[in-house]
């Protein structure tokens, strides 16, 4: 088998992929098909949130799969309902239902077709509906024509006009900005606690409180897109609660780290009232919305086992610990490679001084710099065009981390 020739003549080539073959995993470890272990804190791009086949997830689909792994929708999936519960009461704590889906990208998208819902629920005073959404500069929400159209990037749009309608971008922290682009069509504002493809950008508390005060009073929706900040990833279950805690959601959306390396997407819709009587979770009734796949028994066992770990073992504050460990050595690094440490818990990305990165043809300093660090046997991800992320395990080491410090320190230091 030659896996890059199969490739280069069967795959869709849709990512720039590294020369890297994995074959096995193992904890915060990573093997390629040469036998080179590797330190893994790309896992995925924050899925793998309790690292590789972790025993406790292992068993759970093992158990699962042996007993029931799909069935229809249209039946009450017990798995589905005590998921749902557990995002609920322990995670959220707020009253509201839950939507499964397979990804963020899905789920970001059941967010916009809530906002639409509501949208025509409550109507401009001529009758007519409201649909925009309004988003932030170096966001990302998914590949979906929806979640695309709402990503601010251009160059995710490139080749794909003409995008979804509906959408109006503004810049990320910028609540004058915010303010001025709501229009009498604007029904929701959805955005991202922390930025993580866009640079690992962290929102302003006064940016989100001002959001939500907005939000208020101009009756629109507040929507969270935690894909990859959710769960624990930035210290806390909600990560908007690591910023204001005080903010109540209408709506947030999550993938990634909740399935630890399993499929599943969700969105959570609040049940307060949106008039005297009907809550904004009714307005997803039956035939609005579906998945054939999710929400099945075998993707919420995985969920749940995964939620579990991350709870009963605390690891939300283990990710505060180990980003406050970074940041103390940190600290102490002089190289001018680097030039900042920004994000939240595990969700942290390395800024880079791109004049001092060996320019490579084609290649961003931030993809020159993951190249040379996965040379050394340390496995990351670019944020942006010069920003290196890193998105360990939940249950990393402290040795685990000085070791990765210890690669990354040596790399940018040999420039």
């Known amino acids: 088998m030659n896996t890059a020739a199969d490739f280069s003549r069967y795959v869709l080539p849709t990512y720039g992929r590294f020369p890297l073959v994995p074959v096995k995993g193992q904890g915060s470890y990573l093997w390629d098909d040469t036998g080179k272990r590797y330190l893994d804190f790309c896992t995925g791009i924050a899925v793998c949130s309790i690292g590789h086949c972790h025993p406790a997830l292992t068993a759970a689909i093992q158990q699962q799969a042996a007993t029931l792994m799909h069935c229809s929708n249209l039946y009450q999936i017990p798995q589905q309902a005590e998921l749902a519960r557990v995002i609920v009461e322990t995670h959220v704590k707020l009253p509201g239902k839950v939507f499964f889906s397979n990804s963020g990208a899905e789920a970001n998208d059941g967010l916009i077709k ?34 695309m159209a709402a990503t601010a990037q251009k160059k995710i749009h490139e080749g794909f006009d003409p995008l979804l309608p509906g959408f109006r971008y503004c810049p990320f922290n910028d609540l004058a900005a915010l303010e001025a682009a709501i229009s009498p069509i604007t029904a929701a504002i959805l955005l991202e606690p922390v930025q993580g493809e866009g640079g690992v950008n962290v929102a302003d508390a006064a940016f989100i409180r001002g959001a939500a005060a907005l939000a208020k009073k101009h009756d629109l929706l507040l929507f969270f897109d935690e894909v990859q900040a959710g769960f624990g990833r930035c210290g806390h279950a909600m990560a908007w609660r690591a910023l204001c805690p005080e903010i109540e959601p209408d709506g947030i959306s999550w993938a990634k780290g909740m399935g630890g390396g399993f499929p599943i997407g969700s969105f959570w819709v609040s049940d307060r009232l949106i008039d005297e009587e009907k809550p904004l979770s009714t307005l997803m009734s039956p035939g609005s919305h579906g998945s054939t796949y999710g929400g099945n028994p075998l993707a919420c066992a995985a969920s749940l086992a995964v939620l579990d770990v991350i709870e009963r073992e605390q690891l939300g504050a283990h990710a505060l610990a180990m980003e406050a460990h970074m940041r103390e050595q940190f600290a102490t690094w002089n190289t001018p490679a680097l030039t900042g440490l920004r994000g939240l818990g595990l969700l942290l990305g390395f800024s880079l001084d791109a004049s001092l990165i060996p320019a490579v043809e084609g290649k961003t300093p931030a993809q020159v710099i993951v190249a040379q660090l996965m040379e050394r046997g340390l496995l990351t991800v670019p944020a942006g065009p010069d920003v290196v992320r890193f998105l360990p395990p939940l249950n990393v080491s402290r040795e685990e981390i000085d070791e990765a410090l210890r690669i990354l320190h040596q790399t940018v230091t040999s420039l």
């Open 114 to 147: 809530t906002a639409r819902r509501f949208g025509h629920a409550r109507p401009q005073p001529n009758g007519e509906a409201r649909y925009e959404v309004i988003t932030f500069t170096q966001s990302f929400h998914g590949r979906t024509l929806g979640s």
